[in-house]
């Protein structure tokens, strides 16, 4: 073998790996973050109740060091709106991910939310779009539709973030078309955008939260078996808004019991 040419392709092959590793997700190759699919039950971690928060909603709080980080894939949601023909842009059919972590003491329950963006956007007009993410309960069962809900007798509560106000709506659904604010905004958030030395490594941090027991019929019950649970991400880069967004198909299970395997 001619060494110049053994060399030269050794160093081609040095660089396309160290290419593709500079370029990576750092979180994909992580064995502490656990893959979690549709159908799946991810176990509430349980903050101590002599643990003080300093901030309630701050996603850099020192006890997400201690809370398991879960990744479950984004694809894009199913064709029910108008702007479905915006699906077929180029990137479109790429898969992304979002991280989440799920907390509660007595009191209140927690969900911190991470996911890689390149660009930062904040503010929504004619031709620009805000960034945003979504959690979606079922009130009911499993066999609710995870598009909105089935009608009025299986509806949805929805906790939606967008960056251009930076705070987190209180929303209920029984379907496509029929989403509505709820009179009691018993949820809070807040974020933080992350800036890396690479752009495709820069993420947004979300923390929601709600005292763990509300009053309001449209409020999610955490006092069940489990909860049926759903993501939604928009990335307003890529011109996501209402219907045209990246979604977890069907339900995650969330068990929010205290009970021993959820002390920390």
Same mark, same amino acid.
């Given at each position: 073998?001619?060494?110049?040419?053994?060399?030269?392709?050794?160093?081609?092959? $040095?660089?396309? #790996?160290?290419?593709?590793?500079?370029?990576?997700?750092? &979180? %994909? #190759?992580?064995?502490?973050? #656990? %893959?979690?699919?549709?159908?799946?039950?991810?176990? @509430?971690?349980?903050?101590?109740?002599?643990?003080?928060?300093?901030?309630?909603?701050?996603? $850099? /709080?020192?006890?997400?060091?201690?809370?398991?980080?879960?990744?479950?894939?984004?694809?894009?949601?199913?064709?029910?709106?108008?702007?479905?023909?915006?699906?077929? $842009?180029?990137?479109?059919? /790429?898969?992304?991910?979002?991280?989440?972590?799920? $907390?509660?003491?007595?009191?209140?329950?927690?969900?911190?939310?991470?996911?890689?963006?390149?660009?930062?956007?904040?503010?929504?007009?004619?031709?620009?779009?805000?960034?945003?993410? !979504?959690?979606?309960?079922?009130?009911?069962? /499993?066999?609710?539709?995870?598009?909105?809900?089935?009608?009025?007798?299986?509806?949805?509560?929805?906790?939606?973030?967008?960056? &251009?106000? &930076?705070?987190? /709506?209180?929303?209920?659904?029984?379907?496509?078309?029929?989403?509505?604010?709820? %009179?009691?905004?018993?949820?809070?958030? !807040?974020? @933080?955008?992350?800036?890396?030395?690479?752009?495709? +490594? +820069? %993420?947004?941090? @979300?923390?929601?939260?709600?005292?763990?027991?509300?009053?309001?019929?449209?409020? @999610?019950?955490?006092?069940?078996?489990?909860?049926?649970? !759903?993501?939604?991400?928009?990335?307003?880069?890529?011109?996501?808004?209402?219907? +045209?967004?990246?979604?977890?198909?069907?339900?995650?299970?969330?068990? !929010?019991?205290? &009970?021993?395997?959820?002390?920390?």
């Amino acid at each position: 073998m001619n060494l110049r040419y053994f060399l030269k392709g050794s160093f081609t092959l $040095a660089l396309a #790996l160290l290419t593709v590793s500079a370029w990576a997700d750092n &979180d %994909e #190759l992580n064995p502490n973050i #656990l %893959e979690v699919k549709p159908g799946d039950t991810v176990k @509430v971690s349980r903050i101590p109740d002599n643990i003080f928060l300093r901030t309630k909603n701050n996603p $850099a /709080e020192t006890i997400w060091d201690r809370i398991p980080t879960y990744r479950s894939h984004l694809l894009v949601a199913p064709p029910v709106h108008q702007s479905v023909n915006l699906r077929f $842009a180029e990137g479109a059919t /790429e898969g992304k991910h979002i991280y989440f972590q799920v $907390a509660r003491n007595s009191d209140r329950f927690y969900i911190r939310l991470r996911w890689k963006d390149a660009t930062e956007n904040r503010s929504t007009t004619v031709d620009k779009f805000t960034d945003g993410v !979504a959690v979606q309960y079922a009130l009911q069962g /499993e066999d609710t539709s995870y598009m909105m809900g089935t009608g009025a007798d299986k509806p949805v509560n929805i906790w939606y973030w967008a960056a &251009d106000q &930076d705070k987190v /709506e209180n929303l209920a659904a029984g379907g496509f078309g029929s989403t509505t604010l709820l %009179e009691q905004q018993t949820v809070t958030g !807040a974020s @933080v955008y992350m800036p890396q030395s690479v752009a495709q +490594n +820069n %993420e947004w941090q @979300v923390v929601m939260s709600r005292p763990f027991k509300t009053g309001d019929k449209y409020d @999610v019950s955490f006092e069940r078996d489990t909860v049926p649970m !759903a993501f939604a991400v928009w990335q307003g880069n890529d011109k996501e808004r209402d219907g +045209n967004k990246r979604i977890t198909h069907t339900w995650i299970l969330l068990d !929010a019991s205290l &009970d021993d395997t959820s002390k920390k």
